[in-house]
């Protein structure tokens, strides 16, 4: 592995998701890896998979060859305002992550817990 490639590509990853507002969390679970393999990503201590860097590409919103330094990050105009479904919160993305990992029945109970919140406003 090429540490200077490694670390290119983990330092574009980090900066596409900061001004996309996603945790590494978030970034992880899109592209369908563990967080802690993607943190090591982002740290530029391993090189994804070609399937792995084409889905992080895609997520993060930039190109192969800005991922890798061949061509200077571009700022555009849609990166202030992240897209739709990532509009939410980090912490409602975090709680739906973990809502997603429980049975039937702890998923009724967080139901009638949340109905019992009034919404803000």
Same mark, same amino acid.
């Given at each position: 592995?090429?540490?200077?490639?490694?670390?290119?590509?983990?330092?574009?990853?980090?900066?596409?998701?900061?001004?996309?507002?996603?945790?590494?969390?978030?970034?992880?679970?899109?592209?369908?890896?563990?967080?802690?393999?993607?943190?090591?990503?982002?740290?530029?201590?391993?090189?994804?998979?070609?399937?792995?860097?084409?889905?992080?590409?895609?997520?993060?919103?930039?190109?192969?060859?800005?991922?890798?330094? *061949?061509?200077?990050?571009?700022?555009?105009?849609?990166?202030?305002?992240?897209?739709?479904?990532?509009?939410?919160?980090?912490?409602?993305?975090?709680?739906?992550?973990?809502?997603?990992?429980?049975?039937?029945?702890?998923?009724?109970? *967080?139901?009638?817990?949340?109905?019992?919140?009034?919404?803000?406003?």
């Amino acid at each position: 592995m090429e540490k200077t490639l490694a670390s290119r590509l983990g330092g574009a990853a980090r900066l596409a998701r900061t001004r996309l507002n996603l945790t590494q969390a978030d970034v992880a679970e899109r592209i369908g890896i563990a967080s802690e393999v993607y943190g090591r990503l982002e740290r530029g201590h391993m090189l994804p998979s070609i399937q792995t860097f084409r889905r992080l590409c895609t997520v993060l919103s930039i190109s192969a060859d800005e991922a890798l330094g *061949l061509k200077p990050v571009q700022e555009v105009k849609w990166a202030a305002e992240p897209p739709s479904d990532y509009g939410e919160s980090a912490e409602l993305r975090r709680l739906m992550r973990r809502a997603k990992q429980l049975d039937r029945t702890s998923i009724r109970i *967080l139901s009638v817990l949340a109905a019992q919140f009034k919404p803000r406003g």
